[in-house]
Every structure is written in C-alpha cells, then in structure tokens.
C-alpha cells in the first residue's frame, strides 16, 4: 500500500513538474491568441505523469480502504457494528476533502497557476504519506498463520481456480447432479464449491451496476460542460464568476449531508422496522442509489431542455462564448440527487463488494467496486464517442457539438435514464435472490 501511496506522489508531482514546461522559443504560436502546440516530449511526460497517478489510484484506492476495515474485529459485537458505520465515514471524509479541492484548486488552477494547483495535492499527498507512517505502530496486521486475509491470498486463488477447472472437468465427464454427490462426499471439494459459487454469485450484481460508473462519470464530464455555459455570477452586479467545475462541490455538499443523515437518522430508523443492524441490507442500499441516479438523469435532461430553450431566445445559438442567460443554480440539483445516489450506491458497493468476498480476497473486492467506476468512465467514452460519429454522419449536428446550444445533451441524458430503467430492472431480478454469504437471508 505504501508503494501505491508513493506512486500517487510521485505521479502528482511529475504534473506540477509537467505543468511548469515552458515551450520551445523555436515553436511558433497557432493563433494570435498566444496558444502555443506543446512539444512532443511534453505530452509525453504530462502522458506519463497522469497514468502513474491512475495505476497508484487503482492499487491505494482498495488496499487502503481494505486495510482500514481490517482494524475493527468483526468477531468482537461491537466492532463489528461499527465496521459498517466505517463505510459511511470513510466516503465522508473523501468527499469532504473532494470538496475543498474542487473549490480551491480549480480557482488557482483557472486564475493562478496549474503548477500551484498541482503542486499542493502533492504536498498534501506527501504529508499524508507521513502520516501515514507515523501510525504504523497502532495498526493491527494479520498472517497466515492467525487466519488472517494477507497471509491466503495466493492460497485461496489456487484453491478457487482448482475447484474451477475440476467442477468443468467432472460436469463435461458425469453431469452436474454427479459433480455434486461427489463434492457432497469430500469436505474438501465442498469449500471449493462454494468458494466458486460465492464468486459466481457476485458477478451478476457487479454487471447490473456497470451504467451505474457511466452515471458517476457525467458530473467531471457532461454536468461541467452544461456549466461553463450558464451565468456563474454570483449576484448580477458581481464580475467573479464560479469556475464549472467548482459545481461539483455541490455533489461532494450532497454527500456529506447525505451520509450523516443516513447514519445517524435513517439507520437507526430503519433499524426499529427490520430489526437489520445495518437498517437496510447492502442490496436495497444499492438498489436505492440507482434508482436515484435515474431521477438524478431526468432532472439534468429537463435542465437542459430548459438551457436549450433559454439560448434560442436569448439568439446565442451561434455564438459559443456567449453565457446564456440562466442561473447556475438551475443545474445543482441535478449535482445534489446524484449525490444522494452516491451515499446509497457507492457506499453500499464497498460493504457489499468486501463482505461478500472470502476472507482472502476482501481487497479484491473492494477492487470489484472500483472497477465499476473506471469501466462505466470507459463505457461513458465508448457511448459518446459512438454517439458522436452517427450523429454527425451525413452532416448531421452532434448530439455533443463544441457549441453545446446545437447540441443535444437532453437526448443523451434521456438515453441514459432509459438505460438505467433496464440496468435497475436487471438489477431488482438478481439482488433479490441473492443470498447473502455467511448469513443465510436473501435481499428482500
């Protein structure tokens, strides 16, 4: 976990150092605007520097969380019942953090300096780092020999992948009904079985919450591109306008007051109902957030079709630089629902993601949830890029046009609400026959 943490250092700094690269005085500028091409070593380097902090993300991101929740006994009652709570908390604090970065460093990075605004995530990284270190001694670790999950890693990889190609072997020569009388009769085949179908049963909820990533990728996109075309005044007599993407602080103000909420009201609330110490189980939590996602997706269309609207008459249909005259605070709602999303789905996608992994196995769980946002920001490029090309064939006008007043976000919003619809319905068929490991109830 430290070699990730240093990556993610390492690769921040390497952007702030990225960023402070003068061009060649040989090169001559584009345009009379003073933009100058950057050298080819340049995009390299700024290449570079941005998938370092990317692979560091996708190893610290599970590791970090996965070691975090390792320090509660889950044999001890207590612990236990805060394990869950830890959840919650751990998503507070990185969104509340997400919100004070957002603010402050897309401001310094628009009217400062992008070295400034990548050299102080850094810093932060690096005092973070050490304190990091500085609390070893007050950690809990786990070998192999305790039983613990760093210690069977490798073990239990080799046990699910032998039991996977002796169940292949044993149904292509006996049949299913054979394969199981014969895993009934050794104990041994018994826990690779069900190694086997505990991952099994995971993969359906994983792919029924894929769009959920593509969802999640909108507000860094799409909900900052519908921004920067508003009137971000504060005030009509004010000359200080928000940067676009310091609305995404309204997504991480969302979450922050959606998590307490949730843990201080609506868990104990629920608690009394279900009589469920979590107050609802992971799947209903996620179930919840998705269908959130969905209101989230038919408030920022009818948002945009009111954008739209608002620039036909205002005559700025042709005129890209032009703000059109509607208030930034049309667009935060869809910001705050999306946030409520994310304090049902995200977080119920940890737990769910780490407690139902073998015990070996909890980091790659949490690996499972993070690779549902990177796969969705994958499908999200794949769908507009698709999108794109059809729209714009036989001289058509892209749905994602430079000037966004000929476009038609609406349609894509719309398209992935319709999506969702499926994606939730998918979802609702395979969560509530799903049963829980190790608890014996299913999710309804």
């Known amino acids: 976990m430290q070699v990730f943490n240093l990556g993610k250092r390492q690769g921040m700094g390497l952007l702030a150092l990225s960023s402070t690269f003068a061009s060649s005085q040989s090169q001559q500028c584009s345009d009379g605007r003073g933009l100058c091409r950057p050298s080819s070593l340049q995009k390299a380097f700024f290449y570079v520097s941005l998938y370092l902090v990317a692979i560091a993300q996708s190893g610290h991101k599970p590791c970090v969380q996965s070691f975090g929740t390792d320090q509660f006994d889950a044999t001890d009652p207590g612990e236990s019942s805060s394990r869950s709570s830890f959840f919650n908390w751990w998503y507070l604090g990185v969104c509340a953090s997400g919100i004070v970065t957002v603010v402050l460093m897309s401001y310094v990075q628009d009217n400062v300096s992008w070295s400034i605004g990548f050299g102080v995530p850094?810093?932060?990284?690096l005092f973070a780092l050490v304190v990091f270190l500085l609390g070893t001694p007050m950690y809990r670790f786990y070998d192999g020999e305790s039983g613990g999950a760093h210690g069977e890693v490798v073990g239990t990889f080799s046990l699910v992948g032998k039991a996977a190609v002796r169940?292949?072997?044993k149904r292509s020569r006996k049949g299913r009904a054979a394969f199981v009388e014969e895993c009934a009769e050794n104990d041994v085949l018994e826990e690779e079985e069900e190694e086997v179908r505990g991952l099994t049963r995971?993969?359906?909820?994983?792919?029924?919450c894929m769009l959920y990533g593509v969802v999640s990728a909108q507000p860094s996109t799409l909900f900052t591109k519908q921004a920067a075309t508003l009137d971000r005044r504060i005030g009509t007599s004010s000359s200080f306008q928000v940067p676009p993407a310091a609305l995404q602080s309204f997504l991480g103000v969302s979450i922050v007051t959606g998590v307490l909420l949730y843990d201080r009201v609506l868990v104990p609330l629920a608690r009394r109902v279900t009589g469920i110490a979590t107050g609802i189980t992971t799947l209903q939590r996620i179930g919840v957030g998705i269908a959130l996602s969905l209101a989230a997706l038919v408030v920022a269309a009818l948002v945009e079709m009111k954008r739209l609207s608002a620039a036909r008459d205002a005559g700025v249909v042709d005129k890209p630089g032009a703000a059109v005259p509607m208030?930034?605070?049309?667009?935060?709602?869809?910001?705050?629902?999306?946030?409520?999303?994310?304090?049902?789905?995200?977080?119920?996608m940890q737990e769910f993601f780490y407690d139902q992994m073998p015990v070996a196995l909890k980091t790659l769980g949490l690996a499972l949830y993070v690779s549902v946002l990177g796969v969705g920001s994958l499908i999200s490029s794949f769908l507009i890029s698709a999108i794109d090309g059809v729209t714009r064939r036989n001289g058509g006008t892209s749905w994602f046009a430079d000037d966004l007043n000929r476009g038609h976000l609406d349609y894509f919003f719309l398209l992935l609400a319709a999506l969702t619809v499926l994606e939730l319905t998918a979802y609702i068929y395979f969560a509530t026959s799903y049963v829980y490991r190790g608890k014996g109830f299913n999710a309804h």
């Open 327 to 348: 208030s930034l605070w049309w667009i935060v709602p869809q910001y705050v629902v999306l946030g409520a999303a994310d304090v049902f789905t995200i977080v119920g």
């Open 122 to 125: 850094c810093m932060a990284m």
């Open 202 to 208: 995971m993969f359906p909820i994983w792919a029924t």
């Open 167 to 169: 169940a292949w072997r």
